[in-house]
């Protein structure tokens, strides 16, 4: 279990708790509908067992962990649940992607990927299958990147402002150092420069050797990078030709994907009324950049830094 990003400042009791639990739930949700005994929740987040068993039992308590009597398995609950209904609606954009991503999967036989930024990381929401026997494993829903690691992750960090760039590298060099060793920050500022010479990133197998991707940033209707589309493949389903058919076919579904929300904007205005609209109808009129970040949530439901390009 990798902890990304966590603050310079010492934390209290509490917050470390409250951290360590969620770190918990994250590990649930990686690991899909089979779950993991109490032993493999300790070792994969690193908890000693007393811990690892007190916070996992209180999450079972608050409903938001079910454990299996039969199996000794843990497994997410219907808290959970509950939670992800309530925050799904303000994710139209990985609605709106569905159909795509799953005609990508089917049209190249391929391994395709969903992610939206957030902060300094990048969040896989949802990969789709295609039928080549081949597949990529490397990837599941709910991990979390530092922005530049993968093809989708360096896509969108290639659309932000350089200045923005700088800072994002300085601030998860450490963490990819140490987990992947691949991806310097010269590596990625060669893998920028393509992308934007080309409209998407062609990742050469950076943080896994056997697998390479291409990946491009979506974004919203201010032009401002939330998500990217990628698509995995062992080597020799990339070479240069098809690579490049591809990377067209991602950047015309990226481009479908921004007319989609556009499209969906107006009604989606009118049913959150004043408090949501309001905000975003003044990120579009004024320059202040508070407003844009409060409005992005009405959009997309992801964070994003300001865009460069």
């Known amino acids: 279990m990798r902890t990304d ?11 470390q708790t409250l951290r360590r639990g969620l770190a918990v739930l994250r590990l649930l949700t990686r690991v899909g509908p089979g779950g993991l005994r109490m032993g493999e929740i300790g070792r994969r987040s690193g908890l000693n067992k007393a811990t690892a068993i007190r916070l996992t039992r209180t999450l079972v308590d608050e409903g938001f962990v079910l454990h299996d009597q039969a199996t000794g398995a843990y497994r997410l609950g219907p808290e959970a649940f509950a939670v992800g209904l309530a925050a799904e609606p303000s994710y139209e954009l990985q609605r709106l992607a569905v159909p795509s991503l799953r005609a990508l ?3 190249s036989g391929d391994t395709v990927f969903f992610t939206v930024l957030h902060g300094i990381e990048s969040i896989c929401l949802s990969r789709w299958e295609g039928d080549y026997p081949i597949r990529n494993q490397l990837v599941k ?3 979390r990147w530092p922005l530049g690691v ?15 760039i700088a800072n994002i590298l300085a601030r998860n060099a450490a963490q990819r150092a140490a987990h992947y060793p691949g991806c310097t ?24 050797e056997s697998s390479w991707a291409i990946g491009v940033p979506v974004y919203d209707v201010n032009h401002r990078p939330v998500a990217s589309i990628s698509l995995a493949a062992i080597e020799s389903r990339l070479g240069p030709a098809r690579r490049a058919a591809l990377g067209n076919r991602l950047m015309q579904t990226s481009r479908e994907l921004t007319a989609l929300q556009a499209a969906a904007q107006p009604a989606r205005t009118a049913a959150a009324g004043p408090t949501c609209g309001k905000p975003a109808t003044k990120a579009r009129t004024s320059g202040d950049s508070s407003s ?8 997309t439901g992801v964070s994003s830094p300001s865009s460069g390009r």
Do not use: F, W
């Open 185 to 208: 920050d010269e590596a990625i500022h060669r893998l920028i420069k393509e992308a934007r010479a080309q409209g998407y990133c062609l990742n050469p197998g950076l943080v896994l």
């Open 292 to 299: 844009r970040r409060q409005a992005a949530p009405c959009s």
């Open 5 to 15: 990003d966590l603050p310079d400042k010492p934390e209290t009791a509490g917050a």
């Open 150 to 164: 993968g093809a989708g992750s360096c896509a969108m960090l290639a659309a932000l402002a350089d200045d923005g």
């Open 141 to 143: 829903a709910g991990d």
């Open 105 to 107: 999967a089917l049209e």
